[in-house]
């Protein structure tokens, strides 16, 4: 059987990385919240940043 593949990365430099780039979506979508699309990305954005933030929490160094 086959293992899933985790949508985080193995190492904190990395983690961190996509965890920031996270954040810059989610800060630039943030100035569109009145367009429908913006919504859309802060949801998004945001649900992806939580997950990869508790990730980030449980690597080690």
């Not at 190492?11 to 009145?34: E, K, P, Y």
Request: with cysteine.
């Amino acid at each position: 059987m086959s293992q899933l593949p985790t949508f985080f990365a193995k190492n904190r430099r990395d983690g961190a990385r996509l965890l920031s780039s996270g954040l810059v979506i989610l800060a630039i979508a943030l100035t569109q919240l009145n367009r429908p699309w913006g919504q859309v990305v802060i949801v998004l954005s945001s649900a992806i940043c939580l997950y990869w933030g508790f990730a980030y929490r449980r690597l080690e160094r």
